[in-house]
Antibody, heavy 120, light 110 residues
Framework: QVQLQGSGPGLVKPSQTLSLTCTVSGGSISSGGYYWSWIRQHPGKGLEWIGYIFYSGSTYYNPSLKSRVTISVDTSKNQFSLKLGSVTAADTAVYYC????????????WGQGTLVTVSS | QSALTQPASVSGSPGQSITISCTGTSSDVGGYKYVSWYQQHPGKAPKLMIYEVSNRPSGVSNRFSGSKSGNTASLTISGLQAEDEADYYCSSYTSSSTWVFGGGTKLTVL
């Protein structure tokens, strides 16, 4: 079973760029079995899909965040990354990396979650 | 894209059954078989419980079942146990090639 481990700073200043990385273990990021995704959860709130990247490099983003989001993949390191620009306090959330199944669109694989706080 | 609509909370006694609804539109829940359900305990990542409306992943108890009628999907948990107390989220693939989640339902086992 594929496992995901997210990493990155837990504190980001307003107007700066949030950067997180997810390392895939137990399988190849190039297997084609997953859309490598980022999902966030505001404190005490529900889940919000941010976007995904396929191993080929094709991406798809939530329209509400599209102008600020970049997801990239490094197949040599079995990693994918999230960059969210011009952050504000409203971007404070737990950020999960996840693998969305390409066969049934479910999300069987999740990272542990990284709390990112936007504050000066 | 608007979040799918779930009740904020449901409750039941041990051994009872409860059902959580998830209402969307013909562009998401009603238009696809790609509805899934997730269980989330405090401080933990969500766990997949149901996929493609009614399928259970290996290892998930058969006390969990899913169904769909029109634009509304449902998760039923039978024989409630204390360990089922958690937040539950539905999710659907959409006609915009995106994913949308419900607002979440807090299940309390009395």
């Amino acid at each position: 079973q594929v496992q995901l481990q997210g990493s990155g700073p837990g504190l980001v200043k307003p107007s700066q760029t949030l950067s997180l990385t997810c390392t895939v273990s137990g399988g190849s990021i190039s297997s084609g079995g997953y859309y490598w995704s980022w999902i966030r959860q505001h404190p005490g709130k529900g889940l919000e899909w941010i976007g995904y990247i396929f191993y080929s490099g094709s991406t798809y983003y939530n329209p509400s965040l599209k102008s600020r989001v970049t997801i990239s993949v490094d197949t040599s390191k079995n990693q994918f990354s999230l960059k969210l620009g011009s952050v504000t306090a409203a971007d404070t959330a737990v950020y999960y990396c996840a693998g969305i199944s390409t066969s049934d669109t479910s999300i069987p694989t999740w990272g542990q979650g990284t709390l990112v706080t936007v504050s000066s | 894209q608007s979040a799918l609509t779930q009740p904020a909370s449901v409750s039941g006694s041990p051994g009872q059954s409860i059902t959580i609804s998830c209402t969307g539109t013909s562009s998401d829940v009603g238009g696809y078989k790609y509805v899934s359900w997730y269980q989330q305990h405090p401080g933990k990542a969500p766990k997949l419980m149901i996929y493609e409306v009614s399928n259970r992943p290996s290892g998930v108890s058969n006390r969990f079942s899913g169904s769909k009628s029109g634009n509304t999907a449902s998760l039923t948990i039978s024989g409630l146990q204390a360990e089922d107390e958690a937040d539950y989220y539905c999710s659907s693939y959409t006609s915009s090639s995106t994913w949308v989640f419900g607002g979440g339902t807090k299940l309390t086992v009395l």
